[in-house]
T-cell receptor, first 112, second 112 residues
């Protein structure tokens, strides 16, 4: 069966510090991978998606970047965090198009 | 611009009552999904509907896809406290593969 991992689960970082969030998927090959951000109790905002190694599509111009160094690894990064980067970050995978996405447990990021 | 509008945004009901959540758009979707999310966790897929007019049942939950594939509804019969959570609809637009558009969510509280 497939599983998706995210770490860390929670993170408190000062403004201006770098960020690296990691997501890995097990039990499947060549998944589509996604990074979302969610404001408290609200819907999900798509940040990046990837259909293959090294292929990244950005949805929202911002302070963040994404990379996919391996087939089942997706990394979200920032060189300098802003207060507005605080939120709940979710990684997800799917096999066909955007259909039936499966989410990781999320990372709660607080920028102070 | 919010492409998928969910209503109501918040619903507080007594155990045993019925409820309906709506998801509406002016866009046509090739598929539409419903997710349920609990605080601090990732969304969990409940159902996918792909055919206009399709109705799917999952125990006490009934999902319907509009004939024109622009809207959907979720009906819960005899709600229970375990149904409490954030319900999200998400659609894959016909002109935009790989990406899901998420609604803003409906927060449901079922009081015992």
């Amino acid at each position: 069966s497939q599983t998706i991992h995210q770490w860390p689960a929670t993170l408190v970082q000062p403004v201006g510090s770098p960020l690296s969030l990691e997501c890995t998927v097990e039990g499947t090959s060549n998944p589509n991978l996604y990074w979302y951000r969610q404001a408290a109790g609200r819907g999900l905002q798509l940040l990046f998606y990837s259909v293959g190694i090294g292929q990244i599509s950005s949805e929202v111009p911002q302070n963040l970047s994404a990379s996919r160094p391996q087939d089942r690894q997706f990394i979200l990064s920032s060189k300098k965090l802003l207060l507005s980067d605080s939120g709940f970050y979710l990684c997800a995978w799917s096999l066909k198009g955007a259909d039936e996405q499966y989410f990781g447990p999320g990372t709660r990021l607080t920028v102070t | 611009t919010q492409l998928l509008e969910q209503s109501p945004q918040f619903l507080s009901i007594q155990e045993g009552e019925n409820l309906t959540v709506y998801c509406n758009s002016s866009s046509v979707f090739s598929s539409l999904q419903w997710y349920r999310q609990e605080p601090g966790e990732g969304p969990v897929l409940l159902v996918t509907v792909v055919t206009g007019g399709e109705v799917k049942k999952l125990k006490r939950l009934t999902f319907q896809f509009g004939d024109a594939r622009k809207d959907s509804s979720l009906h819960i019969t005899a709600a229970q406290p375990g149904d409490t959570g954030l319900y999200l609809c998400a659609g894959e637009r016909e002109d935009s593969s790989y990406k899901l558009i998420f609604g803003s969510g409906t927060r449901l509280l079922v009081r015992p």
